[in-house]
């Protein structure tokens, strides 16, 4: 049987797959400031438990990086599945650089800084505005194709000047590529 999904259906017409637990979402807009680009809010999602007697209190939380140019929709499945299994999510929209489809490493470093931002951000306004049911205390990070990439960096000092130092406790990539970032085809793969 599909999960149930409340509030708003911000990604409507995508398949409900069996198992996906209740729950219940709402649109949100992360401030950014100081916007290291031009956009001051973020657009995304915040998605979390129906069921508040299964999980109670504050939830651990989950922010979701879509790739470059991608939007909350991309991995609205996720988060609708993580959400109905105990967790707190957020996906949001990222800026579209304006990059070709296959863009060097340095364009895509670069973008990474946006990114990354972004989801400090994300983070920082679930730490003010949403402690009575996230507990950023406890996150997670995902990511998905160049936001797969951003897994690997987001929380280390490789851009150093980029260091978030968010305390996140698990990552998970939910691509592989590594091909785009060092032309080793070999990764680019199943």
């Not at 149930?4 to 649109?27: K, W």
């Not at 470093?109 to 950023?136: H, K, Q």
Request: charged share 20%; proline share 7%; with cysteine.
């Amino acid at each position: 049987m599909p999960g149930s999904l409340r509030g708003e259906d911000i990604c409507s017409g995508q398949l409900q797959p069996a198992l996906m637990g209740d729950a219940v979402a709402e649109s949100v807009q992360c401030p950014n400031v100081p916007a290291a680009s031009p956009q001051r809010y973020y657009d995304g999602a915040v998605l979390r438990p129906a069921d508040r007697v299964a999980f109670p209190g504050a939830r651990p939380v989950v922010v979701l990086q879509p790739g470059l140019s991608q939007n909350k929709c991309t991995l609205w499945w996720a988060a609708q599945y993580l959400a109905g299994h105990g967790f707190v999510t957020v996906v949001h929209d990222t800026p579209d650089p304006g990059f070709p489809e296959d863009p060097d490493f340095y364009e895509v470093v670069e973008w990474a800084n946006v990114a990354i931002d972004e989801d400090a951000a994300v983070a920082e306004y679930l730490a003010l505005d949403a402690t009575a049911y996230a507990d950023v205390g406890r996150l997670g990070f995902a990511g998905y194709e160049e936001g797969a990439v951003f897994a690997s960096t987001i929380d280390t000092p490789i851009l150093a000047d980029q260091q978030t130092d968010l305390g996140i406790d698990a990552i998970v990539r939910f691509n592989n590529l590594r091909y785009r970032l060092t032309g080793d085809l070999s990764g680019n793969g199943l």
